[in-house]
């Protein structure tokens, strides 16, 4: 019997497990759903089904991975959610209640959970090799099943990895290529970054391990045409600090930022470390090279509240732990080995996308949610940059209503970068129910295009990318 949820901020209100598995055949749209707009869009995030154990907490980041997906054809949008039949969620399921402590510490686990992976897959959702992989960072990929989403299982890549993969791999469109990472690679608290390339037909063709300076959560990366970046933030892990019932990750800004650059095609010996004061970001917008330098655009800020500090306190909001629109870059005729940084824009902001045929070169059109007033919750407000204008143009959705990642999906025929349409999940507080809005990618500032209603409300969620019909 699974029992009430405790009423906490991340179980509660928008974050609220919607416990139930549904199939809505042809969702109501208000306005025109355009016709040049076939495939189907993928969204990941968590959704526990059973309360944390009895003493335990519980951190929205835990939760069990749920895939929503949205088909859109033949002038109709159909929708499908499904739980990722992990090896946690199975066991727990045959359970009735929940096996494991949250984020799989074993101090709180039933002893039924010991011989099981913790692997929620709750926090991303891409296609590569004709495989959906649904991510979480640390573990391993989970495949699902296009559209019926049933669960295949954990993607090794024929034994050849079984460490954590990030949830956020970048992808070449001119190679084929996902080039993806994993941190902590060699056991928890670890500094081993390992790096992997897999080819367009999903055949790992790289595998390698490079030290960081320190061991650090690392939720993104960049890459470029010709290099990639592994980003050390001071936001660190330490084992042994958790066994002292510390922390286990702690923001510690006297270590700096460190960002380890290599050559795709290169070796361990190959890295080089570029340095600047504590820096931090979840997540990029994109990266490129430039002649000997290499950019990355991010949500990036000074400082972050998401752990606490060495004595315990959190950083201050006026440390500048909002993120905001801001590029980063290195140069490797520099032998300061120095990282500089360029501010375009003082909203907050977060979930930062492109056009995805462009990612690893350079671009212009990128787009966010972002909230006015600085508040780090509750971002209601759509956001496109023109980086070449340095232009923005906002779409707020008003009181009450809550937005996610803004995703981009290009028209059949598309003929320019900006040629297609954002898409994007609402939720609108006094109804309690979610929409799934369509955003013409030109004019976002005009609202939606198309909103298809939901019967229901999604719980707030991640990550998620457009697949496109003939994909
Ligand atoms: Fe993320």
New binding site residues.
Partial sequence: MTKPFPNDPFLTGFMAPSGIECDAPDLVIEGELPKDLIGTYYRNGPDPLHPPREGDTYHWFDGDGMIQCFHFENDRISWRNRWVRSEKLMAEMEAGERLFGVFGNPMMNDPRANELKYNTAN??IVQHGGKMLALMEGALPTEIKHRTLETVGELDYGGQIDGPVT??PKFDVHTGEMIFFGYSAKGPGSNAIRYNVADKDGNLTKNLFIEAPYSAMV??FFVTETHVIFPIFPLTTDLERAFKGEPMLAWEPDKGTHFGVLPRDGSEADIRWFNCEAKFM??MMNAWTDGTKLHADVTGSNATQFAPKLDGTMADVEEGVAPTFRRWSVDLSDNTNSIQEELFDDMACEFPRTNDDYSTRPYRHGYAVGTVGKKLENFDTLIHYDTQTGGRKTFNLGEGRMVGEPVFAAREGSKGEDDGYVIMLAYDQPTDKSELMIFDAKEIDQGPVATAKLPLRIPAG??GNWVPLAA
């Fill in positions: 926090t991303n949830a956020h939720h993104d979840f997540h991640f990550h």
